[in-house]
């Protein structure tokens, strides 16, 4: 039986588009999707799914044995508004499930981890302009601390048992897809779905509030350009930065109106302020494009287009029924 791929996860804003582009890569039977739940009924039906808690090391562990899995893509994690919300539940979901798929590849039961890890992993003390590779790490979030402490495993796990795992520190993604869920860069595209449906947005954020940000696309092209990089060339074993663009919800709402003139937006800040305060303005991700080719296609015009035009597409679709 040839090896496959299993995503864990898989109904996510990334895991969605992950499956897809995973798909076209290795064939449609060679990736599994999953998910804790058959909510996302389009990608249940496109291909190989499993219902699996991310949670569950025996369901992981048979799932692998069963279908011949030698590569796991942990995508499930309780993003960073949420986990303020459920602090302990962030820390059981996002750490355990870490462990579960770090202990399979120590006992050679898959080959190859993907990881998400996130810009999260910084704090107020690190610096905010073109952040480092390397700096001071003190996060405020407990999401942020599930990640600061999960690349210190990974790499923990590299260096002990040479497991090959392999993560990105992901800025904010958006893409027309799948909805984000409980993060703090969420208005990024929330933004674009209502200066469609509604013509008015009320931020979250203050409008001077500028943060990493990644069109869903890129993301993925990195997540894989990462895992297609021979082992030997990848240098960083606890997490890559990444970064594309950086915004704030001022300058998305400026570029959307060249499309929309009409479009209107509000500021209301809530408690995700406080946790976007505390992140970085931009990221330094030269070691990345250095040690494996990184480089972004979409700047903010062109990552606007394309939202604007698929979700203008949506809704033809939906009013035509
Ligand atoms: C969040 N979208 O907002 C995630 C991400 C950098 C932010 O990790 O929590």
């Not at 499309?259 to 408690?271: G, H, N, R, V």
Request: charged residues 25%; aromatic residues 10%.
């Amino acid at each position: 039986m040839s090896s496959k791929i299993l995503i864990i996860g898989a109904c996510g804003q990334i895991g969605t588009e992950l499956t897809t582009k995973l798909r076209d890569l290795h064939g449609v039977n060679n990736v599994i999707a999953s998910d804790i739940n058959t909510r996302n009924l389009d990608l249940v039906n496109s291909g190989p799914f499993e219902i699996i808690d991310a949670k569950n090391y025996n369901a992981i562990h048979d799932c692998c044995l069963q279908n011949n899995v030698k590569t796991i893509y942990l995508m499930a994690a309780l993003l960073s508004a949420t986990g303020e919300k459920y602090p302990m539940e962030a820390w059981d979901l996002n750490m355990n499930s870490l462990f579960h798929v770090l202990n399979l590849a120590k006992e050679k039961v898959i080959d190859k981890i993907f990881w998400p890890s996130s810009i999260a992993v910084f704090g107020p003390t690190t610096p905010k302009i073109n952040t480092p590779q390397y700096t001071i790490c003190e996060p405020t979030t407990v999401y942020g601390i599930t990640k600061q402490v999960g690349e210190r495993w990974c790499e923990y796990y590299n260096k002990k048992y040479d497991v090959d795992v392999r993560s990105i520190r992901y800025p904010g993604i958006i893409s027309h897809k799948a909805m984000p869920g409980g993060g703090t860069t969420d208005y990024a595209v929330e933004i674009y779905h209502e200066a469609i449906k509604s013509g008015t947005y009320e931020c979250f954020l203050s409008e001077e509030t500028e943060l990493p940000m990644m069109f869903m696309q890129d993301a993925i092209k990195a997540t894989t350009e990462l895992m297609q990089t021979s082992s030997e060339n990848i240098k960083v074993r606890s997490a890559y930065n990444l970064a594309a663009i950086s915004f704030t919800p001022k300058q998305v709402f400026e570029s959307i109106k060249k499309y929309i003139p009409d479009f209107t937006i509000s500021y209301k800040p809530d408690f995700r302020q406080v946790i976007a305060n505390s992140w970085p303005s931009s990221i330094d991700d030269n070691i990345a494009r250095k040690e494996w080719d990184w480089q972004h296609d979409f700047d903010l015009d062109k990552m606007t287009r394309e939202m604007i035009d698929n979700l203008q597409k949506l809704v033809c679709k939906v009013d035509l029924g």
